[in-house]
Each structure stands twice: as C-alpha cells, then as structure tokens.
C-alpha cells in the first residue's frame, strides 16, 4: 500500500507542477495581448485559477509522499485520512485540468472568429470526455 501511495503522489505531483507551470507561462504571455479585449481577461484568470489548483494539488500530494515515508504502519484511521487528503488533491488537480482546457478553448478566439470556433469545439469535445473519464471514474471507487 505505501509504495502504491506514494508512486502515485509521486506522479500527479509531477504532472500537477509542470501543468501549473505552463499555465502560468501562458498566463503570463497573455499579459501581452491588447488588454481591451474581455476575452484576454477571461482566459488570463482561468490560467491563473488552473494553476492555483495544481499548486494545491502539488502540496498535497508532495506532503503526502514525505508524511507517509516516514511510516511504518498505517492504521486504519490514518488510511482514512490519507484518502481524504488524496481526494482533496486529486480533486483539485482534476478541476485544474478541466478550467485549463476551458482557457485554451478561449484561447483560440484572441487569434480570430475561425480558430475560436477551431478551439471551442476541440476544447468541448476534450471537456466532454474528461467529465466521461472522471464519472466512470467514481464509478470505480
């Protein structure tokens, strides 16, 4: 159980902190788009809520992979608590990916109409089967 723990900390950790980091380099080079545009804004503080949430996913899943290596046992009662935490992680970095798709179907309408259109329906189409994923996920548990 501990080495399955903290193989898959290990692992949204990792993808939390690259995705949040590439979040915040597009956010950042949004900045440089002509402000008077309400959609730049939009996607600008939907890249900053994506990587707010997978910071938050970072932190747990990294507090976690150091608060469980240095157990030997897990009871019961500390499982239960090592699922809650995970949810909270896991279910942060799941919302981060949804409102980053969401920013970069946005995205595509700081170009023109046509590759807004282009990124809308991509986004919708990845949007669909992320919340397809993730039902038949909690199916699962």
Request: proline share 1%.
């Amino acid at each position: 159980m501990q080495e399955l723990l903290e193989l898959q900390t290990g692992q949204v950790a990792f993808l939390s902190g690259l995705l949040a980091g590439f979040s915040l380099t597009v956010a950042a080079n949004i900045l440089q788009v002509d402000a008077a545009r309400p959609i730049r804004t939009v996607c600008l503080v939907l890249l900053l809520m994506a990587t707010l949430l997978f910071l938050v996913a970072l932190y747990v899943d990294v507090r976690l992979t150091i608060e469980v290596a240095s157990l030997e046992n897990i009871s019961a009662s500390t499982e239960q608590v090592i699922r809650n935490t995970r949810f909270i992680g896991t279910t942060s970095a799941t919302m981060a990916l949804f409102v980053f798709t969401l920013s970069i179907g946005l995205l595509g309408w700081l170009a023109g109409p046509v590759a807004g259109i282009i990124s809308s329906i991509l986004a919708a189409g990845t949007l669909a089967l992320l919340a397809y994923i993730w039902k038949m996920m909690l199916l699962v548990v």
